[in-house]
């Protein structure tokens, strides 16, 4: 990113991001390609594994390491299948009519929500399975999600995918997208590594570890569904919608995925509001 800073600072025209040296991979060996969108999800899964093994031993944790080994391997599952059926439901319908396309992962497209639907009912399964609570559980993923979301944005912009919409008035870090015509664009990419993922981090990390919002059943994950939800919503002003979805968005008014964010922020406040006016678990108390 210093070169992006370098050359905003420099040269007051759109940025070209062929300019700024980025690849899509770190390394290729013949036909392979260690790819970074591909090491993004490595590195939130890992980063997310290793952080909720600290959170656990926090006094109240509602789940044990075995749970958590659990997790680390249901969730991932879930956040690759749901991710990919939910872009083919909701971004790439043809997909579904070539299933061997659908299994082609290393070509792209992933949905959030599709992969958040995976992971709740991952979550579901070993809380059941366990004798956990169901809702602390989410709990404590919900602050350790926003690391998956950063790295993701970022591996998107370093890919020089999903770029924003043409910028209507002079800004200095309007770039040009290979693929994405001769106008300088929003970097919303970068928009939503910021909101969605860097902001929305430090907010779930303050909480868990500065107050005392885990003894409040769904609290957590109620203001990671609202925040998260509102920082998608007002990001996909900035973003282009799928060229697929383009039309849908022109006739609705609202982007895919805004449409997709209002029930998370509508379930969010109720849960906020439901574990607000509920009394908190005892201190030292199992739940």
């Given amino acids: 990113m210093l070169s992006l800073a370098l050359a905003v600072a420099a040269n007051p025209e759109p940025i070209h991001w062929i300019d700024l040296g980025l690849k899509p991979y770190l390394f290729e060996l013949g036909s392979f390609q260690l790819r970074w969108y591909s090491l993004a999800y490595l590195a939130g899964i890992l980063l997310g594994y290793w952080h909720l093994g600290k959170m656990i031993k926090a006094p109240g944790a509602p789940m044990a390491q075995r749970h958590l080994d659990d997790l680390f391997f249901y969730c991932t599952l879930g956040i690759i299948l749901g991710g990919r059926l939910g872009y083919a439901t909701f971004y790439s319908p043809e997909l579904w009519s070539n299933p061997l396309e659908l299994l082609k992962l290393w070509n792209g497209g992933m949905s959030f929500h599709g992969g958040l639907v995976g992971t709740v009912v991952a979550m579901g399964w070993v809380a059941w399975r366990g004798g956990l609570s169901f809702l602390r559980v989410i709990d404590y993923v919900a602050v350790v999600v926003p690391f998956g979301m950063l790295f993701g944005r ?31 664009r929003h970097p919303s990419q970068l928009y939503q590594a910021g909101l969605e993922g860097l902001l929305m981090m430090l907010v779930m990390l303050w909480l868990f570890w500065r107050t005392k919002a885990r003894w409040r059943p769904g609290l957590l994950g109620a203001t990671f569904a609202t925040g998260l939800g509102l920082a998608r919503f007002v990001a996909e002003y900035f973003r282009e919608p799928d060229a697929q979805l383009s039309e849908f968005a022109v006739r609705t008014g609202l982007s895919m995925g805004q449409w997709l964010t209002i029930p998370l922020v509508v379930v969010g406040v109720v849960f906020l509001v439901r574990a607000l006016v509920r009394p908190p678990l005892g201190v030292g108390k199992q739940g």
Avoid: H, T
């Fill in 154 to 184: 970022l591996a998107n912009f370093i890919n020089g995918e999903l770029w924003g919409r043409v910028a209507e008035s002079p800004i200095a870090w309007a770039m040009i997208f290979p693929g994405a015509g001769p106008y300088a």
